[in-house]
């Protein structure tokens, strides 16, 4: 998983309340499991006709900003099913950070366990913040500074607990932070396991 340390980017303002995952992420590719390569499939059927022709005006889809690595919505951002998913092809397209009032439970904590940093601020910063998107602000997202600057302005400050702050600027994922936690009892029972059972770990046994 790639770190998050600090990002510049344009900001892309989707307004619309209660974006869920099917809308994110339709349902139809649940069976693509591969983490890598989802990022086509993001908001597949706002952006693409039943045909695969590209549809006009989709935010992601029109320049300045398709390429921007910030999303700001509306509330409700990632509701509906759980699909670890919407959070690949939201990484997979190049979205490292959505500013939302609120987010759906399961997403927002797929998002943090895969490199997705989720920021909730007040409805009415949101829609400031939303409204300077739209005219070209520039946004910094620093997390080791921990806040969140809107063409140079610190606008808000990134509250996040140490140790899902510590897992992003790293890119932990929950394997790596298992290890770094329990690593040594880990390795500990590893060891006594072979002194109990050494025929299991025997070349013959391979």
């Given at each position: 998983?790639?770190?998050?340390?600090?990002?510049?980017?344009?900001?892309a303002?989707?307004?619309?309340q209660?974006?869920d995952?099917?809308?994110i992420y339709?349902a139809?590719?649940?069976?693509?499991?591969d983490?890598d390569?989802?990022?086509?499939?993001?908001?597949r059927d706002?952006?693409?006709?039943?045909?695969?022709?590209p549809k006009e005006?989709?935010?992601?889809?029109?320049e300045p900003?398709?390429s921007a690595?910030?999303?700001?919505?509306?509330s409700?951002f990632?509701?509906?099913?759980?699909?670890?998913?919407?959070v690949?092809?939201?990484?997979g397209?190049?979205?490292r950070c959505?500013?939302?009032?609120?987010?759906?439970?399961?997403?927002?904590?797929n998002?943090l366990?895969?490199?997705l940093?989720?920021l909730?601020?007040?409805?009415?910063?949101v829609?400031?913040?939303?409204?300077?998107?739209?005219?070209?602000?520039?946004?910094?997202?620093d997390?080791?500074?921990?806040i969140l600057c809107?063409?140079?302005e610190?606008v808000?400050?990134?509250d996040?607990?140490e140790?899902q702050?510590?897992?992003?600027?790293?890119?932990?994922?929950e394997?790596?932070?298992?290890?770094?936690?329990?690593?040594e009892?880990?390795?500990?029972?590893e060891?006594?396991?072979r002194m109990?059972?050494?025929?299991l770990?025997?070349?013959?046994?391979?």
């Amino acid at each position: 998983m790639t770190g998050f340390k600090s990002i510049e980017s344009l900001g892309a303002y989707m307004p619309e309340q209660n974006i869920d995952t099917d809308a994110i992420y339709p349902a139809r590719y649940l069976l693509l499991m591969d983490r890598d390569g989802l990022g086509p499939y993001l908001f597949r059927d706002r952006r693409f006709d039943k045909d695969g022709a590209p549809k006009e005006g989709f935010i992601l889809d029109t320049e300045p900003f398709s390429s921007a690595e910030v999303l700001i919505a509306g509330s409700g951002f990632g509701c509906g099913s759980s699909r670890e998913q919407a959070v690949w092809a939201l990484t997979g397209f190049g979205v490292r950070c959505v500013i939302a009032p609120s987010f759906g439970e399961i997403f927002a904590g797929n998002a943090l366990k895969n490199g997705l940093l989720t920021l909730a601020l007040p409805e009415e910063m949101v829609a400031r913040i939303g409204a300077a998107a739209q005219r070209g602000a520039r946004f910094r997202v620093d997390l080791e500074e921990r806040i969140l600057c809107v063409d140079n302005e610190i606008v808000a400050s990134i509250d996040l607990p140490e140790g899902q702050r510590m897992a992003l600027l790293n890119g932990w994922d929950e394997t790596d932070i298992l290890l770094r936690e329990e690593g040594e009892a880990i390795s500990g029972f590893e060891a006594q396991h072979r002194m109990a059972q050494p025929w299991l770990f025997s070349e013959q046994s391979k």
